[in-house]
């Protein structure tokens, strides 16, 4: 495994980190308070090619790798938390899924659309009664002639409230449990679908999290992702990149709150000296530096597996479980050295730390990540 970036690689990093700077950075606060979804960043990603850095360009992607799509959630990341998983959602859980599974059909219609950044893509599988149980789906997909009818809801859909595509999991059948779920791409522009209004949340507060519902929707079976019954297994192969996104926007949460922890550090005074002198925090920031680092690195390895390996999925566990861990421990780090600064609005840092909690939760709580582990490490060995 290569771990120098190449030439290429560090020339969009550069790029991206331009553009979040100037960009995205300045209204992160104000879209974190108000909790309005930045569709307009999100379309002037889509012209950069950040909507689908892995798709073929072909298929209206960058058709750059997935280590290229570590940087470019890192960044966005850094500046906005919020902005970062928005683009991780359309690249990994609608984008991928649809290059992995769908038909060439499949590809012109909606693939296109969603590589390019002309539309945008939410993942709909959580429900009231089934999140890290996604077997126990209730949403039911009724096969009519060459229609599927959709009945169900969702929740904590990110990107829901402004999403031009739904990637769905129904059952055709309940009493098969997951050999009966079936995956659909479902235009949210379809007589039957309804959305809430956005979650107010701790953090990623403008993520357009919200519920879905479908209500006698007809679907062709047409937009039918891979075989009925193919669905849990798309779910769960879909996951596995979408753990390596959620892994580069906790690396990318926590830079940003060490380099705010850091030039903090060097400017504020105390006992006639800054704090960076003392050496309490000095070893804070050794310890930050250095699991960052370590996160950073797992989160490549499992984007290099998933470009040269047919599984990749324990490396997208370890990666995901690291940096969401990691991520609470520096924010955490970076407000405690703002001492009670870091605890008021007037700092980032406060948003970090809210932002950096969800990424032990979404795509798969810690605990799921240490059962995948230990399922890869016991029973795989």
């Not at 193919?230 to 779910?235: E, I, M, N, P, T």
């Not at 980032?348 to 990424?359: G, K, L, Q």
Request: with cysteine; proline share 2%.
């Amino acid at each position: 495994m290569q771990i120098e970036l190449s030439d290429e690689h560090v020339l969009l990093r550069d790029s991206v980190r331009r553009f979040a700077e100037e960009v995205v950075a300045p209204r992160a606060k104000e879209i974190d308070e108000s909790g309005e979804f930045p569709r307009e960043f999100y379309d002037q990603a889509g012209e950069l090619g950040l909507a689908g850095v892995a798709v073929p360009e072909e298929w209206g992607g960058a058709g750059m790798d997935a280590v290229a799509y570590c940087l470019v959630i890192e960044e966005i990341s850094r500046a906005c938390a919020t902005s970062g998983v928005i683009l991780s959602v359309n690249n990994s859980l609608v984008c991928d899924p649809i290059l992995k599974f769908g038909t060439d059909e499949q590809k012109r219609e909606f693939l296109t659309p969603l590589a390019s950044g002309a539309k945008l893509g939410c993942f709909a599988l959580t429900e009231p009664g089934a999140g890290s149980d996604a077997a126990g789906l209730r949403t039911t997909a009724r096969r009519d002639g060459d229609d599927y009818v959709l009945d169900g809801e969702k929740v904590f859909i990110t990107n829901g409230t402004h999403a031009d595509v739904a990637l769905v999991f129904a059952s055709v059948d309940l009493t098969k449990g997951h050999r009966g779920i079936t995956a659909f791409l479902v235009p949210a522009d379809r007589e039957g679908y309804g959305h809430g209004s956005h979650e107010f949340k701790l953090g990623v507060n403008a993520s357009g999290t919200t519920w879905l519902s479908f209500e006698d929707l007809r679907v062709p079976a047409a937009w039918r992702l891979g075989g009925e019954g193919d669905g849990f297994r798309v779910a769960m192969a879909t996951l596995d990149g979408g753990r390596i996104g959620i892994a580069a926007q906790a690396v990318g949460i926590a830079r940003g709150a060490m380099e705010e922890a850091l030039a903090y550090a060097q400017e504020r005074e105390q006992f006639g000296a800054p704090l960076a002198s003392f050496q309490a925090i000095q070893f804070y920031l050794a310890d930050m530096a250095t699991e960052l680092d370590a996160a950073r690195l797992l989160t490549w390895k499992a984007a290099w597996a998933k470009e040269n390996q047919k599984r990749y999925t324990l490396e997208a566990a370890q990666a995901k479980l690291f940096a969401s861990e990691m991520a609470q421990r520096v924010t955490n780090k970076a407000l405690q050295i703002h001492g009670g600064y870091g605890y008021t609005k007037e700092y980032n840092v406060e948003r970090y730390f809210r932002d950096a909690r969800i990424t032990e939760i979404y795509e798969g709580t810690s605990e799921i990540q240490k059962m995948v582990i230990a399922d890869w490490v016991v029973q795989r060995a």
